[in-house]
């Protein structure tokens, strides 16, 4: 009985025991998952990935990126290059949970053996928990970690899904992650596409990627992916005489590679980021791991040639080194950023030029005074403006030139570039309604004082607000506000942006069409001259003085547009000293902008500016001319009555009208008039009080008469 017993409590000793050893391993392996659960961050597993930019024809612009990685599904990496990193890293990866303990006991029964760490036990899983959750520190914390995130990872993927984010994650060498930007690198072609000796290669190189690249020691490599073979063959994957034929198949040694981008694009680049940023709300963290396909409008033949002819001293004057500059270029219709130049020597997010404030001298005169007074609707372009040197209280403005004609048209105050007409017009519209307009046409600004109308201002506007103004002249009164994207999409084809192209109305139709007339004006006839273009243009140049310094210029400008483009070109020291100043004005900005204009074919569109259906043209100037033959003689008509015959040389513009005055004790009164003809007959004159007659001609664009003819009688006898 007391023999029963005693077995009786061995039996229960023995049952606690299991069940408290079940517990205690159950326990420990629930705290295993959940301490692996905790250490496990899924977004981690979203590697990285390259974006790429792309032109509207698709040609690649740029890569951005943190690490360089393109991922790919485990469908497009062929099975025999599966097996080669299998069969190299770890051969039991479809028999383990994520741990292999006799890989580990192998691994120290060698270490013992060799008296040093020589072989590794680690499973792809755990260098995948390692490489994406873990620093490099070797200590027994850090190994702990790995095997619980190990352990987590297999219960919550598949060996497909790990063996993937395996081979998407590893480094390659030289800049690249992953297997497919690897294949690339090294061979020049998409993983889908790789050989067996060119898997059994890539998988060669992880394990040191500087030692076992091909371009670093190619010797080393083929005896690497020698090794790799042989493992492939000890394992089943392939049989002897295909590991012979892949060992000896010739590694090529070069990297297919290429720059992320060409310092040309820099400037664009980081203006497309920003736009990214405080437009689209998507930041230059998302930009530079999102594997994303961004879509810009840039004309490469354009961009490419502003880069090129800013590294060209002879397109700059003076110290022609020292000498920056700025160039954006915008599609009329759209306000597309087709290219831009932040400097001559732009570094990637360095000092952009396109966006720092200059004074923009007389280019501003067409967005300060010209178009606000045309639409107003007081003034035309042959409106009559007074060209004198005035004071306005303590302001005095002067022409360069120091000569004055008095009255002047619009249209040759914008032409000829004159300052006292432009403050005087400005003055008598009124500086408000100036300022309004200007302040819709560019960024706000808090200047008040008259010498806006010269584009004298405390701050300045940037390049990138003077072009986007000039739209509304070359886009029928409206403005573009300018874009760089037109699509970012995901590796799935979402388009994460919704592209809508900013438009507002500042001016008529017909009144645009007026100012690009004049423009047009300004380049053919005034100081928008110098180089030398086929295209269609109209522009204003803008010179800024530097004060102190006889001659000196701080700011030399050129703003205009084709039929297809509009843009800004900026020339000047980033600090203007006494020492350091421009010795000429707007002729280098305006050559070189119309030598940009040429990179882009002449074609029919560009010849000329198609004037809008519905507007009235600008009618070229009428000109003022003298009469001094005129000539009177009496004749007699049928019923006996007398006339006077009146004749002139009528010049060739048949627009100008002549008006006739009848002279008369020093008095004139005008009797009537005729356009574009030499003569005029003054019906049945008094016999007994005959007078003399001139002729005056006169402008009926500007309501002005010109200098009086001769003064002529005629004698009743002169009729015998």
Do not use: C
């Not at 060119?198 to 992880?206: C, K, N, Q, S």
């Not at 007699?636 to 002139?648: K, S």
């Not at 005055?661 to 356009?675: L, P």
């Amino acid at each position: 009985m007391m023999k029963s017993k005693k077995m009786n409590k061995y039996v229960f000793i023995s049952i606690v025991a299991v069940l408290s050893t079940f517990v205690l391993a159950f326990g420990s392996y629930a705290s295993a998952l959940i301490a692996g659960n905790l250490l496990t961050d899924e977004d981690k597993l979203n590697f990285a990935q390259t974006t790429t930019v792309v032109d509207e024809q698709g040609d690649q612009i740029a890569r951005l990126y943190i690490e360089d990685r393109e991922n790919v599904s485990i469908d497009e990496i062929p099975e025999h290059v599966q097996h080669a990193f299998i069969s190299v890293e770890d051969h039991r990866f479809y028999d383990h949970q994520g741990v292999d303990f006799i890989a580990i006991g192998r691994a120290l029964y060698r270490d013992i053996l060799a008296g040093a760490a020589v072989e590794g036990g680690s499973t792809i899983t755990q260098q995948l928990a390692k490489n994406v959750y873990l620093e490099n520190e070797k200590t027994l914390m850090r190994k702990t970690k790995e095997v619980l995130i190990s352990m987590n990872l297999e219960r919550q993927f598949s060996k497909d899904t790990l063996l993937e984010m395996y081979l998407n994650q590893i480094y390659f060498g030289h800049g690249v992650y992953g297997i497919e930007r690897a294949s690339e690198q090294y061979f020049g072609k998409n993983a889908k596409d790789l050989t067996i000796a060119e898997g059994a290669l890539l998988a060669a190189i992880p394990k040191a990627p500087y030692n076992y690249s091909p371009a670093s020691d190619v010797e080393r490599a083929e005896k690497r992916r020698g090794t790799v073979l042989a493992l492939m063959e000890r394992h089943g994957y392939i049989n002897s005489e295909t590991r012979e034929a892949a060992a000896q198949t010739a590694i090529q040694t070069d990297l297919h590679t290429e720059p992320d981008m060409h310092p040309a694009w820099f400037t664009y680049v980081d203006m497309l980021i920003t736009e990214s940023i405080e437009k689209h709300s998507i930041s230059e963290q998302q930009i530079l791991t999102g594997g994303y396909r961004i879509e810009v409008p840039i004309h490469k033949d354009v961009q490419m040639a502003a880069y090129e002819a800013f590294q060209e001293n002879d397109n700059f004057p003076g110290e022609s080194e020292q000498v920056q500059a700025s160039y954006v270029l915008l599609d009329n219709d759209t306000g597309a950023v087709k290219a831009v130049q932040g400097g001559r020597d732009y570094v990637r997010k360095g000092l952009n030029r396109t966006t720092i404030k200059r004074q923009p001298g007389s280019s501003f005169k067409p967005l300060s005074v010209f178009a606000p007074a045309l639409e107003s609707g007081d003034y035309k372009p042959y409106s009559m403006l007074k060209d004198e040197k005035l004071e306005y209280g303590d302001y005095s403005p002067s022409n360069v030139t120091n000569e004055y004609q008095g009255n002047i048209t619009m249209r040759d105050a914008i032409v000829q570039s004159t300052n006292t007409s432009a403050v005087w017009l400005l003055n008598e519209m009124g500086i408000d309604q100036g300022l309004e307009w200007a302040n819709e046409a560019v960024t706000p600004f808090k200047d008040e004082g008259l010498s806006v109308a010269l584009g004298g201002m405390s701050e300045g506007v940037t390049p990138l607000d003077m072009a986007t103004a000039y739209t509304s002249f070359a886009n029928g009164g409206v403005k573009s506000d300018p874009y760089f994207i037109t699509s970012i999409r995901t590796k799935s084809g979402n388009n994460l942006i919704e592209p809508a192209i900013e438009q507002q109305r500042l001016l008529s139709e017909q009144n645009a069409w007026y100012m690009t007339r004049m423009l047009e004006g300004a380049v053919e006839e005034g100081t928008g001259r110098p180089g030398e273009t086929n295209h269609a243009l109209a522009g204003k140049t803008g010179t800024t003085n530097f004060e102190g310094v006889e001659g000196a210029n701080r700011d030399a400008w050129f703003v205009g547009y084709t039929p297809q483009y509009t843009g800004a070109l900026w020339m000047g020291y980033d600090s203007t000293t006494e020492e350091q100043h421009l010795q000429e004005g707007s002729a280098y900005p305006t050559r070189l902008f119309k030598q940009l204009v040429n990179t882009e074919p002449v074609t029919e569109q560009g010849v000329a500016f198609m004037k809008p259906d519905g507007v009235q043209d600008l009618e070229s100037p009428v000109q003022l001319a003298q009469v001094d033959d005129l000539d009177a003689e009496l004749t007699l008509e049928g019923e006996g009555f007398l006339n006077v015959e009146l004749r002139w040389t009528a010049a060739e513009d048949d627009r100008l009208v002549y008006n006739i005055y009848e002279v008369k004790g020093g008095e004139a009164s005008k009797v009537g008039e005729v356009t574009g003809k030499g003569t005029y007959t003054v019906n049945r004159a008094n016999v007994f009080s005959l007078n003399d007659y001139m002729v005056v001609p006169y402008n009926p664009q500007t309501g002005q008469e010109g200098e009086p003819s001769n003064i002529v009688g005629v004698q009743f006898m002169s009729l015998f």
